[in-house]
């Protein structure tokens, strides 16, 4: 888990309300908060929806999970961004494809996946802490390699907007494990896993610098972090 808590202290049910209840399959919503913070944590990237003059909308966001809230970082340029200081209603998503399932019938086949959406008002992060929740984004993505570089400037940090949402409200569902109905002869019936990989670092054109600490840390933290070569 991500921000240092012990499992064993992570503890307590999602509520459930009519936002939050899963109608379709409800016997895949899990309701431990854990199953939330598990969901969050093994994401990286967070869909975040909300509602413009111009309709709805739906942007990715890079995110952490900072405690009970979620931290998502954009530019004060960003539509999300703009219409958030005082508070923006949200809707933000966060899914891991595990797997194709194929099922003896079209109908019945279906996808293995980890599912969690946040509901919630979502607040800019105060002048004050916007560093420090910036390094929160930015260690969780690329770790140690704060260390590496240099401060983010007033200026960028004046370009910079980071939401917080706290967690709530909030809906989890994960599905897994073969099809669903009984096999029927001669129909080849099972799961594809899908895992998502961690590459090779590709140095920049002119660049001579050996390939950094925090880099090849990342490789073997990321490759972890993403399940690879999971079951």
Not at 26 to 40: A, C, G, I, P
Not at 51 to 77: E, F, K, N, Q
Not at 86 to 106: E, F, K, M, N, R
Request: hydrophobic share 40%; charged share 20%; glycine share 10%.
């Amino acid at each position: 888990m991500s921000n240092g808590e012990p499992r064993s202290a992570v503890t307590g049910t999602l509520p459930i309300d009519d936002r939050t209840k899963v109608h379709r399959y409800h016997w895949l919503q899990l309701t431990e908060r854990s199953d939330l913070y598990d969901v969050l944590d093994a994401g990286l990237v967070a869909h975040v929806g909300f509602v413009t003059d111009a309709g709805p909308m739906v942007i990715p966001m890079a995110y952490a999970r900072d405690g009970d809230s979620l931290l998502m970082h954009g530019s004060t340029a960003a539509g999300v961004n703009r219409g958030a200081g005082a508070g923006l209603d949200l809707a933000v998503t966060i899914t891991i494809l595990d797997g194709l399932v194929y099922a003896a019938s079209l109908y019945d086949s279906t996808l293995n996946y980890r599912c969690a959406t946040v509901f919630g008002r979502a607040e800019p992060v105060p002048d004050a802490q916007k560093e420090t929740a910036v390094r929160l984004i930015s260690e969780r993505l690329m770790p140690g390699r704060w260390a590496e570089v240099r401060p983010p400037t007033k200026k960028e940090l004046a370009a910079t907007r980071v939401l917080r949402l706290s967690l709530e409200s909030a809906s989890v569902k994960v599905r897994s494990g073969p099809p669903s109905d009984e096999p029927e002869p001669g129909v080849w019936t099972g799961e594809l896993p899908l895992h998502t990989s961690v590459g090779v670092p590709i140095r920049q054109a002119g660049v001579t610098a050996e390939v950094p600490e925090s880099v090849s840390a990342a490789q073997v933290h990321l490759a972890g972090h993403l399940g690879e070569g999971r079951e």
